[in-house]
């Protein structure tokens, strides 16, 4: 079965500052992996979204990057500000399901 | 944009109580989900539609049932709510045609006393 792992599970950072979060899962036969912003009470809002055959995909200052075969992705946040606070979950979608799996995501803030 | 739209934002019902939580897309989408995220638990799938009158089963199933008569509305039913389906209930959909990119509606947090 996939296993999907976010480390670190949370994760505070002053102002400004360039970070990354980290995505690993067990079966590297994915479709594709999504990343999710959630903010607390709230649903789920997709970021980015990047197919298996994808290295890396850019939204702003956002930058996901794909290593299927290591099973990793990493999502990259420059220049971070205090709204960019909350929960990020990342997903994937094995090959021959269109369900997800979800990791149990890391809750990043963002100190001013 | 696609929207994904939740029955209600927060609900109350008693032990016992036979409960609807309802979701509608308005993008034309194949398929829909229906998942409950609790602390420590991460988000479950409970039950998916990728047809009208289809349905599969998640990885947690048991205590609830699902109805999709019409492609745009998914229903969750919880036939004797229990204490421990106190949780926040999420509702997604994605398209075949777009990568199964998911899009959540805002979320249902039930509360089972």
């Known amino acids: 079965k996939q296993e999907v792992t976010q480390i670190p599970a949370a994760l505070s950072v002053p102002e400004g500052e360039n970070l990354v979060l980290n995505c690993s899962f067990t079966?590297?036969?994915?479709?594709?992996l999504q990343w999710f912003r959630q903010d607390p009470g709230k649903g789920l809002t997709s970021l980015l979204l990047?197919?298996?055959?994808?290295r890396e995909q850019t939204s702003g200052r956002l930058n996901a990057s794909l290593d299927k075969s290591s099973g990793r992705s990493t999502l990259y946040i420059a220049a971070s500000q205090p709204g960019d606070s909350a929960t990020y979950l990342c997903?994937?979608?094995?090959?021959?399901?269109?369900?997800?799996?979800f990791g149990t995501g890391t809750r990043l803030t963002v100190i001013p | 944009d696609v929207k994904v739209t939740q029955s209600s934002r927060y609900l109350v019902k008693r032990t016992g109580e036979k409960v609807f939580l309802e979701c509608v897309q308005d993008m034309d989408h194949e398929n829909m989900f229906w998942y409950r995220q609790d602390p420590g638990l991460g988000l479950r799938l409970i039950y998916f539609s990728y047809d009208v009158k289809m349905k599969e089963k998640g990885d947690i199933p048991e205590g609830y049932s699902v109805s999709r008569e019409k492609k745009e509305r998914f229903s969750l039913i919880l036939e004797s709510a229990s204490t421990n389906q106190t949780s926040m209930y999420l509702c997604?959909?994605?398209?075949?045609?777009?990568?199964?990119?998911?899009?959540f509606g805002p979320g249902t947090r039930l509360t089972v006393t």
């Open positions: 997903a994937v979608i094995r090959v021959r399901a269109n369900n997800l799996f």
């Open positions: 997604a959909s994605s398209s075949n045609l777009v990568l199964y990119e998911q899009y």
């Open positions: 079966d590297s036969a994915i479709y594709n």
């Open positions: 990047i197919q298996s055959s994808q």
